[in-house]
């Protein structure tokens, strides 16, 4: 019995010994080749509600469900664990340049769009577009031909038309962000705004400010005493567009002087359009049909000022809208883009009768995602401004979406203290004052420089 009782102990003692080992083995094992590798995915956009966190522990140890020497030995005391996945990867939405199947034209007459009907199109819409005189029409291409050989049998057909893909724009965002080492201390300083929140605008009268983009919130407290229009384009069978980048620019525009984001100039109406809808959940586009309608709505109303911050592909029907729009008096104020310095130049920014709007940081530096180029006109604050978030509350916003309002409300105060200018005149004032950064005189990075908004109520 006690020789029994002796060897029972030898073998416990042995069993321990090597529980022992496997708890002490373990964080070195971890070192030498059994801990999982976990991708690591950088993004600098600053997306909403996002980080760079790529799910993963770290050292973690993952076993090899081929080798089952390699179990942790105190698997044979507890339940086996359910293995560790790593979290999805968060892919971005491809977006298209263009709608898929349809072609736009201004100034098709009867005879021509009865023809192309005969040959297999279909006119999916048309609009009587009194901005530029004629009919503008989105037709569905045959089924089995591509974009390209419809656009050229819809060129022929109608020679003096403007015929072009149905492309798609997108809204200028690069994200949100609580508030830095800088606090939430509003940016207009930089440029010298010489309206102050609750005080008398009286160097201001209140004219309408057209705006071009996503949906806003209306109901949002910023906007308590803001005179607001939103006026919805678009197929009624589209999903909505979301109001995070509507809202922030509207805001910064006409939001309330008493509220936690006051607008630059809150006592202008603003009449915006919502020429967007929402595509896939996250993501906002506009075609170019919506925004020549969009323009021409504007234009109808009388609205002289306006704001686009949102950029895509060079269109024909675009260009002539816009070139029409700015020749009757109107000034066109558009967001340079945030695809980075060595992308190609996005539109409307680009048409040479827009201002095109570059963003500053509060040390003035150049914004790390605008786009450059000789196109650049001017450069306004458009890194942590602090507006609107989309329910309530608010947040500091990045990207040159949020540079344009500034341009776009100084432009508004000279065309109501001014009216004597003409559209041209107003921008060549702009940039006249404009404080001189880079390369002396006009560059590719700031354009004519700064913004400067401390004379504008000076006569």
């Known amino acids: 019995m006690t020789c029994s009782l002796a060897s029972f102990a030898s073998r416990l003692a042995a069993l321990l010994c090597l529980i022992l080992a496997g708890e002490l083995a373990l964080p070195a094992a971890q ?22 966190d790529d799910g993963g522990d770290g050292d973690r140890y993952y076993r090899d469900d081929d080798d089952d020497r390699r179990r942790d030995i105190r698997s044979l005391w507890r339940a086996p664990r359910r293995e560790s996945r790593p979290a999805p990867v968060r892919r971005r939405v491809v977006v298209p340049d263009r709608a898929p199947n349809e072609i736009a034209a201004l100034g098709l007459d009867e005879a021509s769009i009865a023809s192309l ?12 577009i009194a901005l530029v005189g004629s009919e503008l029409v989105r037709l569905t291409i045959p089924q089995g031909m591509t974009l390209d050989a419809a656009r050229q049998m819809v060129a022929t057909q109608a020679p003096s038309a403007s015929v072009d893909f149905n492309h798609y724009y997108r809204p200028e965002q690069d994200g949100s962000s609580a508030c830095g080492k800088s606090g939430c201390a509003l940016v207009r300083y930089m440029v010298g ?37 939103v006026i919805r384009l678009g197929k009624e069978s589209l999903p909505r567009s979301g109001e995070q980048h509507g809202t922030a620019v509207a805001a910064l525009l006409v939001g309330s002087p008493e509220g936690r984001t006051p607008g630059l100039l809150p006592s202008s109406e603003l009449i915006a359009v919502d020429a967007f809808h929402r595509f896939g959940n ?25 704001n686009l911050s949102l950029t895509g592909p060079p ?20 967001a ?43 450069a306004a604050p458009g890194v942590g401004v602090w507006t609107a978030a989309s329910i309530s509350g608010a947040r500091q916003k990045s990207g040159t979406s949020f540079a344009a309002p500034f341009v776009t409300a100084a432009a508004a105060v000279l065309r109501a ?21 880079g390369a002396p005189g006009k560059d590719v990075i700031y354009g004519w420089g700064l913004l400067s908004a401390a004379t504008l109520c000076a006569r």
């Not at 009907?117 to 009587?128: E, N, P, Y």
């Not at 996250?282 to 309608?293: E, H, K, N």
């Not at 269109?315 to 558009?334: D, K, P």
Request: glycine content about 8%; hydrophobic content about 40%.
């Open 31 to 52: 070192h030498i080749g059994f801990s999982g590798a976990s991708a690591a995915y950088a993004d600098d956009d600053d997306d909403d509600g996002g980080d760079d």
């Open 117 to 128: 009907v005969q040959t297999g199109f279909a006119v999916d819409d048309r609009q009587q």
């Open 193 to 229: 705004w010489p309206v102050e929140p609750g005080k008398s605008h009286t160097c201001v009268a209140p004219q309408p400010i057209g705006l071009v983009d996503t949906a806003i919130n209306a109901d949002h407290a910023a906007f308590d005493s803001a005179r607001i229009e």
């Open 282 to 306: 996250t993501t906002d586009i506009a075609s170019a049909y919506d925004l020549v309608r969009a323009l021409d709505l504007l234009a109808r109303r009388g609205v002289r000022v306006v």
């Open 315 to 334: 269109n024909l029907l675009l260009e002539q809208a816009v070139r029409t729009s700015v020749g009757q008096g109107a000034i066109l104020i558009a």
């Open 336 to 378: 340079a883009g945030n695809d980075g310095p060595n992308a190609k130049p996005v539109y409307p920014a680009a048409y040479e009768d827009v201002i095109a709007v570059t963003a500053v940081d509060r040390a003035r530096n150049p914004y790390r995602r605008a786009v450059r180029g000789p196109h650049i006109d001017i």
């Open 417 to 437: 203290t001014r009216p004597e200018l003409t559209s041209r005149e107003i921008e060549t004032e702009l940039m006249r004052s404009a404080a001189d950064m």
